[in-house]
């Protein structure tokens, strides 16, 4: 199995496993105990959040999450004030969420290219006198990079706190100092499933949105230290690599494109996106049966997270395409443990089985 997934979920590094092992397999103490294994397993949490936290902005505190989805509806629940406001190609647990926390929520929308305007949602927070605005750093189905650090100002000018959803782009490139909140997942860094992290600018209150112990400080619940030293070993290995995976992956960019070749359209900026996600469509594709004849190779027709809906991405179609286009799209991933052997391989088996619909029909 050639595996070209990496928007849905990345390889385990093996850094990430060792750093787990002890506490999965010895290290059973609860870190929330003040007896001497309870404080071994207590200081094994804080040094992994001190790894998160050296790829986030200063003047903030990380508190460990079961996931990004949890941390994003605390971030968007939590603010107090009323007043929401998104855009049409969020992550649907910023979208769902908005919408739960206010039903007239303003979706606002993006471009051809995916990118945002932030005078238009500057605008959007002011008319709706907004307590929050959210914007994704990295596109999950598309790539694009948004304009954040301009993003967040429009929306403080306007009053309104700034939340990031930075998972797809948090270990691969800097997250702007302007954001107020920002959500972040082990699992899309070569760390463990099941964790996460929510970072608040001193100064932000939120309102608990799981009550009982209090653990975290605004978030209750029992931590792993298994899961929060693997995160912590991700992040770590992420911060030393992030230049030499950066080369690698606008090498395998290089190697994707020229394999596909000029049968197939980039859906959404060309430039303004992270090089690791290749989301291209050809006219008349049908994805199933191409899924059908490469099943040994993982890819996607969509975001993983909205697969099996049956229905369009949301997040194509808020760049103007329409459901044949959307249909006809497919999203390629990779990252660190891809090779450019593997991947010009794949994607050279993927265009002629594409190319093949064309004939057959």
């Known amino acids: 199995m050639t595996y070209l997934d990496y928007q849905a979920t990345t390889p385990l590094a093996p850094e990430a496993l060792e750093a787990?092992?002890?506490?999965?397999?010895?290290?059973?103490?609860?870190?929330?105990?003040?007896?001497?294994?309870?404080?071994?397993?207590?200081?094994?949490?804080?040094?992994?959040r001190e790894a998160v936290a050296a790829l986030l902005p200063k003047g903030g505190r990380v508190v460990f999450t079961s996931g990004a989805t949890e941390a994003l509806n605390w971030a968007i629940k939590g603010v107090a004030a009323p007043g929401r406001?998104?855009?049409?190609?969020?992550?649907?647990?910023?979208?769902?969420?908005?919408?739960?926390?206010?039903?007239?929520?303003?979706?606002?929308?993006?471009?051809?290219?995916?990118?945002?305007?932030?005078?238009?949602?500057g605008d959007a927070a002011a008319g709706r006198g907004a307590a929050l605005v959210a914007a994704m750093l990295v596109n999950n189905e598309i790539g694009v990079i948004q304009p954040i650090g301009a993003l967040a100002r429009a929306a403080q000018q306007a009053g309104a706190l700034f939340l990031c959803d930075a998972v797809q782009g948090y270990g691969r490139m800097a997250?702007?100092?302007?954001?107020?909140?920002?959500a972040v997942s082990a699992h899309k860094i070569h760390g463990p499933?099941?964790?996460?992290?929510?970072?608040?600018?001193?100064?932000?209150?939120?309102?608990?949105?799981?009550?009982?112990?209090?653990?975290?400080?605004?978030r209750s619940g029992t931590l792993s230290p298994a899961l929060c030293a693997g995160f912590g070993a991700a992040a770590r290995l992420a911060g030393e690599r992030m230049e030499s995976d950066a080369a690698h992956v606008a090498r395998l960019w290089d190697v994707a494109v020229r394999a596909l070749g000029a049968d197939w359209i980039i859906n959404g900026s060309a430039t303004a996106r992270y090089r690791g996600n290749l989301n291209v469509r050809m006219p008349g594709l049908d994805v199933a049966r191409l899924m059908s004849e490469c099943r040994d190779i993982a890819f996607s027709a969509g975001s993983a997270c909205?697969?099996?809906?049956?229905?369009?991405?949301?997040?194509?179609?808020?760049?103007g395409l329409d459901d044949t286009g959307a249909r006809s799209s497919v999203r390629i991933g990779f990252g660190r443990y891809t090779t450019e052997e593997e991947l010009d391989e794949a994607l050279t088996r993927i265009g002629a089985a594409a190319r093949g619909q064309r004939v057959a029909a």
């Open 20 to 48: 787990m092992l002890p506490w999965l397999r010895d290290g059973h103490a609860n870190p929330h105990s003040a007896h001497k294994a309870g404080r071994a397993a207590k200081a094994a949490v804080e040094v992994a």
């Open 175 to 182: 997250i702007p100092e302007e954001c107020d909140l920002v």
């Open 306 to 319: 909205a697969s099996g809906s049956g229905r369009p991405s949301h997040v194509l179609r808020a760049i």
């Open 85 to 121: 406001v998104t855009l049409a190609s969020e992550h649907a647990a910023v979208i769902d969420t908005m919408r739960y926390a206010d039903r007239n929520a303003a979706i606002v929308g993006v471009g051809s290219d995916g990118l945002a305007d932030p005078a238009a949602v």
């Open 193 to 218: 499933k099941g964790v996460g992290a929510l970072w608040i600018r001193d100064g932000v209150t939120l309102a608990p949105l799981v009550h009982g112990g209090d653990q975290e400080g605004g």
